[in-house]
């Protein structure tokens, strides 16, 4: 069935390094759109970022994903992790435009100085 | 815009006992969507509503859970006979139909049944 795997359930990195969460799909639909939300602790989850094009970088906050539907997958990465983004992340998808949203697993992401 | 509203942000229920948790949405959204989260199965989707009619409730188990939109401004889930596998932090989001259809959510209700 239609569904989002992210493999890595908790990734540690050291400040100032890069870091990749990994993000990807099955669906029968041609229409999709992704989406990474953040949600910091005892917070409600909040968009990070939003992609319906194909091989697209979107960015925001310093973060970047791109929608590869060849590989289907949508990572998020940064270049240089700060103390402040360690959070929960989910990848999460759209289909056929609809506002229900299937969510991945969730990653959490522990920064360390 | 005060964002998504749910109440109460923490609720302790006996088993056997009924919990309904409360959600407001953001003014003007016409769709209002209930999640589960757990440490184990991540944001699990429960049911949506659009324009206040059900449109999709595949995620809510069949039996003693409900969920219902009587009106644009507030959403309910009923959980009759709570048992201690439904503590969790129960979810609710809004957003607008059509565009981007981003969801924005509450804070949650985090449901403790002993």
């Known amino acids: 069935g239609d569904s989002v795997t992210q493999t890595e359930g908790l990734v540690t990195v050291t400040e100032g390094l890069p870091v990749k969460l990994n993000c990807t799909y099955q669906?029968?639909?041609?229409?999709?759109?992704f989406f990474w939300y953040v949600q910091y602790l005892n917070e409600a989850p909040q968009v990070l970022l939003r992609s319906s094009t194909d091989n697209k970088r979107t960015e925001h906050q310093g973060f970047h994903a791109t929608l590869h539907k060849s590989s289907s997958s949508f990572h998020l990465q940064k270049s240089s992790a700060q103390l402040s983004d360690s959070a929960l992340y989910y990848c999460a998808l759209s289909q056929g435009g609809s506002a229900k949203l299937i969510f991945g697993e969730g990653t959490k992401l522990t920064v360390s100085s | 815009n005060a964002g998504v509203i749910q109440t109460p942000r923490h609720k302790v229920t006996g088993k056997g006992q009924e919990a309904t948790l409360w959600c407001e949405p953001i003014s003007g959204h016409s769709a209002v969507f209930w999640y589960r989260q757990t440490i184990v199965q991540g944001l699990e989707f429960l049911t949506y509503f659009r324009n206040q009619a059900p449109i999709d409730d595949s995620g809510m188990p069949k039996e003693r859970f409900s969920a219902q939109m009587p009106n644009q401004s507030h959403s309910t889930l009923k959980i009759q006979s709570t048992q201690p596998q439904d503590s969790a932090v129960y979810l609710c989001a809004s957003s607008l139909v059509g565009g981007e259809n981003t969801l924005y959510f509450g804070a949650g209700t985090r449901l403790s049944v002993l």
């Open positions: 669906t029968t639909y041609l229409t999709i759109a």
